[in-house]
């Protein structure tokens, strides 16, 4: 049965160096029950598409306060399309003159939320933007197009591969992921990462990255974020340490919320792994969510295990346990 939840990127693209607004829209979102992908500040709008495509974004939220928007906005939606994916959505808010309305919105942006905008506006338009993707999504399944993405994968196309990831996520069933997801490459390093809350995780993989593309390697993230339980929304904030490598071609970071999983993983962790070490992938990483003494499903998926913890935060017979 299919499980979806709507998935958006937000993006402060240019040299604004504000986002409070931008978060708080994302704590709302993730109350709202989606799941919200936050990039962090200062992105570009190669950086921003990017980010868009491989998490399989069913919006592209643009927060502008530098009038920078009538420049760089159609850029955005330029780079989606070179990136193959003209049809995700590209809402923009911040400071949007009235004035600058009409040329946004010939330029191919989708929603225009303006200041006075109400929080319930925007999250209906989201979700409204979002249900039309997904039923995209699901005429294209059924038009056969999930083959094509599969093969596309295996040779290599990123956006391919998070379309497929996208289809793993919202309920494939274990026998038809395993019946398509043939011939896996087993020659794909996977590297668990885990550890408590705000050890630094993310931040440890951004420093990989830059060594692993030093040496040519083609690398993949997999970061695991925790779901609320009361309206199962995630706020995906791990992209936000990895900006170093937001554009580099060599790597795909996909961000994936826990939807009620225990054990430091999601549900389809172990299967999006399969997709991912098939599709020209020579290192796989995986970040579990912050775990605590119990959490170690990474353990039947990764090898080698990376436990980072928090100088003083126990004495020995804590770290023993």
């Given at each position: 049965?299919?499980?979806?939840a709507?998935?958006?990127?937000?993006?402060?693209?240019?040299?604004?160096?504000?986002?409070?607004?931008?978060?708080?829209?994302?704590?709302?979102?993730?109350?709202?029950?989606?799941?919200?992908?936050?990039?962090?500040?200062?992105?570009?709008p190669?950086?921003?598409?990017?980010?868009?495509?491989?998490?399989?974004?069913?919006?592209?939220?643009?927060?502008?306060?530098?009038?920078?928007?009538?420049?760089?906005?159609?850029?955005?939606?330029?780079?989606?399309?070179?990136f193959?994916?003209?049809?995700?959505?590209?809402?923009?808010?911040?400071?949007?003159?009235?004035?600058?309305?009409?040329?946004?919105?010939?330029?191919?942006?989708?929603?225009?939320?303006?200041?006075?905008?109400?929080?319930?506006?925007?999250?209906?338009?989201?979700?409204r933007?979002?249900?039309?993707?997904?039923?995209?999504?699901?005429?294209?399944?059924?038009?056969?197009?999930?083959?094509?993405?599969?093969?596309?994968?295996r040779?290599?196309?990123?956006?391919?591969?998070?379309?497929?990831?996208?289809?793993?996520e919202?309920?494939?069933?274990?026998?038809?992921?395993?019946?398509?997801?043939?011939?896996?490459?087993?020659?794909?390093?996977?590297?668990?990462?885990?550890?408590?809350?705000?050890?630094?995780?993310?931040?440890?993989?951004?420093?990989?990255?830059?060594?692993?593309r030093?040496?040519?390697?083609?690398?993949?993230?997999?970061a695991?974020?925790?779901?609320?339980?009361?309206?199962?929304?995630?706020?995906l904030g791990?992209?936000?340490?990895?900006?170093?490598?937001?554009?580099?071609?060599?790597?795909?970071?996909?961000?994936?919320?826990?939807?009620g999983?225990?054990?430091?993983?999601?549900?389809?962790?172990?299967?999006?792994?399969?997709?991912?070490?098939?599709?020209?992938?020579?290192?796989?990483?995986?970040?579990?969510?912050?775990?605590?003494?119990?959490?170690?499903?990474?353990?039947?998926?990764?090898?080698?295990?990376?436990?980072?913890?928090?100088?003083?935060?126990?004495?020995?017979?804590?770290?023993?346990?």
């Open positions: 049965m299919e499980r979806t709507t998935r958006v990127v937000l993006a402060k693209v240019g040299l604004d160096g504000h986002d409070r607004g931008v978060k708080v829209l994302a704590r709302r979102f993730r109350d709202a029950g989606m799941e919200v992908i936050y990039t962090g500040l200062w992105q570009t190669a950086a921003a598409a990017k980010a868009a495509v491989e998490e399989d974004a069913d919006v592209l939220g643009l927060s502008f306060h530098s009038a920078a928007h009538l420049t760089l906005a159609p850029i955005v939606i330029e780079k989606l399309a070179v193959g994916r003209p049809d995700i959505a590209v809402a923009l808010g911040g400071i949007i003159p009235q004035d600058d309305i009409q040329a946004m919105n010939e330029a191919g942006v989708a929603a225009i939320f303006e200041p006075e905008a109400s929080l319930q506006h925007i999250i209906h338009d989201i979700n933007l979002a249900d039309s993707a997904r039923t995209s999504r699901r005429a294209a399944i059924a038009d056969g197009h999930l083959d094509d993405w599969i093969a596309a994968s040779a290599g196309d990123r956006a391919a591969l998070a379309r497929v990831l996208t289809w793993i919202n309920g494939a069933s274990y026998e038809e992921i395993t019946r398509r997801l043939t011939d896996v490459d087993d020659t794909t390093i996977v590297v668990g990462i885990t550890g408590a809350p705000g050890v630094g995780k993310s931040t440890l993989i951004g420093r990989l990255l830059k060594e692993l030093q040496r040519d390697k083609q690398v993949a993230v997999v695991v974020d925790p779901a609320s339980p009361i309206t199962n929304g995630a706020l791990d992209r936000a340490r990895m900006t170093l490598s937001a554009e580099d071609p060599g790597v795909f970071l996909r961000s994936s919320a826990s939807r999983e225990l054990g430091g993983l999601a549900p389809t962790t172990g299967s999006m792994i399969r997709a991912i070490v098939g599709a020209k992938i020579d290192v796989l990483i995986v970040e579990t969510v912050g775990a605590g003494q119990n959490e170690i499903a990474i353990r039947d998926w990764a090898s080698p295990l990376v436990l980072l913890l928090m100088p003083g935060a126990g004495d020995d017979l804590q770290l023993s346990k």
